[in-house]
């Protein structure tokens, strides 16, 4: 509530769920309310029901200015791939990137133990595509599409930060034709790790089930997956983490510097795990700051 005093979230959007279609288009002006859409018309590929938890959405929060070009982020929220923290993890954070002129879009995508890798990497992807295929109607630069995670969300941006696709050209569905590589990260003491002594084992076995192939483990391990064409990375943890120790930023941070991809880490002394935006505190509320800074001065924000 303190966060939403700081900023008032002002959220804006162009697409609305139409009576026909969830993808009907409507003409501008842009409307003051979020809109929740989801991934795909009908059944997400691998669905196994159409409750809630089987329809995953893109929740889009625009800033009060959107003439554009914008920046634009993914959010993934946190929650061990079981549940998802969609307040701490995924409005403020969306209210925050608002507030400093960054269209900011909210992932639920869906989870273990009923859903494993790699149904959680494709509603990424498709939520990586479907910004990608509108950055017009929505004044969003599709060079600068990022995408930002917490905790296990953390490690679901860094798995879409190392595995990803040009589209296919070929496809039926326009969306898919759009390439899923997003052109910056955001990780926020993020799972990286699946095979280290530091391994968060709540998300391995909610991604992958009780005994994975060793092979798919050291796959989804993103510290060993960082190639040059992983994109630029900004990286937040505390040293006082218990729940995700920091050697998972750490190690993922030399695998960026060894490929000599762009990036910059911050780690603070103090703060448990799961801290979100915490702007009412006297030392982490500088990590939203600095990241401010280096998209900057990276050129993602203009």
Avoid at 179 to 198: C, H, K, M, N, Q
Wanted: charge should be neutral; hydrophobic fraction near 45%; proline fraction near 10%.
């Amino acid at each position: 509530m303190l966060i939403a005093q700081r900023w008032p979230l002002v959220f804006a959007v162009v697409g609305l769920l139409g009576a026909s279609s969830a993808w009907a288009q409507v003409p501008a002006p842009i409307l003051q309310e979020p809109v929740t859409l989801p991934l795909w018309n009908g059944a997400a590929p691998g669905a196994v029901g159409s409750a809630a938890e089987d329809i995953p959405t893109l929740t889009v929060y625009m800033p009060p200015n959107t003439t554009g070009p914008m920046t634009a982020v993914i959010v993934a929220p946190g929650g061990g791939y079981r549940a998802l923290s969609m307040n701490k993890e995924g409005r403020l954070p969306a209210a925050y990137l608002n507030s400093i002129g960054v269209a900011a879009f909210v992932l639920k995508y869906r989870l273990g133990p009923t859903y494993h890798h790699p149904i959680e990497l494709g509603d990424m992807q498709r939520a990586i595509r479907i910004v990608r295929s509108r950055a017009a109607e929505w004044h969003i630069d599709p060079a600068r599409i990022g995408v930002m995670g917490f905790s296990a969300g953390g490690h679901l941006a860094s798995t879409a930060s190392t595995k990803f696709d040009r589209g296919n050209a070929t496809a039926a569905d326009p969306i898919d034709r759009v390439g899923s590589r997003p052109d910056f990260a955001i990780l926020a003491y993020p799972v990286i790790t699946l095979t280290e002594a530091w391994t968060h084992q709540g998300s391995k076995t909610f991604l992958l089930g009780e005994k994975p192939d060793p092979a798919l483990v050291r796959s989804l391990s993103n510290e060993t997956q960082v190639t040059p064409d992983t994109p630029p990375t900004f990286v937040f943890h505390t040293y006082a983490d218990t729940t995700v120790p920091v050697e998972n930023s750490v190690y993922y941070f030399v695998a960026l510097r060894k490929a000599g991809i762009p990036a910059e880490m911050h780690i603070f002394k103090d703060g448990p795990h799961g801290v979100g935006m915490p702007m009412q505190d006297p030392a982490l509320s500088a990590w939203p700051t600095v990241l401010a800074n280096w998209l900057r001065a990276s050129g993602f924000l203009r």
